[in-house]
């Protein structure tokens, strides 16, 4: 019984996703890809990228594949999802690497037996939820952001116009119904590219366990992030929030 309660939950995510979908068309993908952050040459590079990742895990496990979500910004590789086999998790960002101006692979791919179509209506909920408070929402500028959802951490990715922009984005995502946490890989306009990165083959971003919704303190721009188990992230500020 609970799961038919839910339908009716991925039935409006559906149509909700549609109706933005539809409100974009077509004909405004050029006039976004060049209002985002690097114009239409770093769009058309991270759409290639994005392409030919796609084809290499294809090509190496389709069940794989229909598993995982990616997001490419300015040569940045976001995987999430949930494969129960762990060497599906290795592979799939080894195969991230392949392709010619990918700059840093972060794997938040979680090794767990899928949640079903529950767990697929919440994370679809959350991440429409957010998508709509901050595309009508005048103090952001919601397209040069990515948002994924899985087990419901939100996962954020993109360009901040400035640190007060980002601390509002991660508040509104903190204030839906059943996010456990936010984590944010969303890189401040005019600071450095990531350079020099290696491929991160271990389990990603970092993790709290704290579920209460309590506050956060945001660092500073400049501040380094330290290593999440001995692994290389290199962002201008901290990747996790409370």
Known sequence: MKVYAYLPL?????????????????????GVAAAQEGGLSR??????????????????NVDMFRKLDMTVTEGRVLITGIVQDPQHRVEAVRLAWQPEGVKQVINEIKVADSEGIVGFAKDTWITTRLRAAI?????????????????GTVYLMGFAQNQQELNHVIDVARTIENVRQVVSYVKLVGTPSV???????????????????????????????PEARGEPIKWDQNSLYE
């Not at 769009?43 to 190496?60: C, E, T, V």
Request: aromatic share 8%; net charge negative; charged share 15%.
């Open 135 to 151: 595309t009508f929402d005048k103090h952001v500028n919601s397209i040069n952001y990515s948002i994924d959802t899985v087990q």
């Open 195 to 225: 350079s020099e990165a290696r491929p991160n083959d271990g389990s990603g971003g970092q993790y709290d366990s704290s579920m209460d919704g309590g506050s956060y303190e945001a660092s500073p721009a400049a501040a380094p992030v």
């Open 10 to 30: 991925v039935a409006s995510c559906l149509l909700l996703s549609s109706c933005v979908g539809l409100a974009a068309g077509a004909g405004a993908t050029v």
């Open 43 to 60: 769009a058309a590079s991270d759409a290639r990228i994005q392409a030919q990742i796609n084809d290499l895990w294809f090509r190496y």
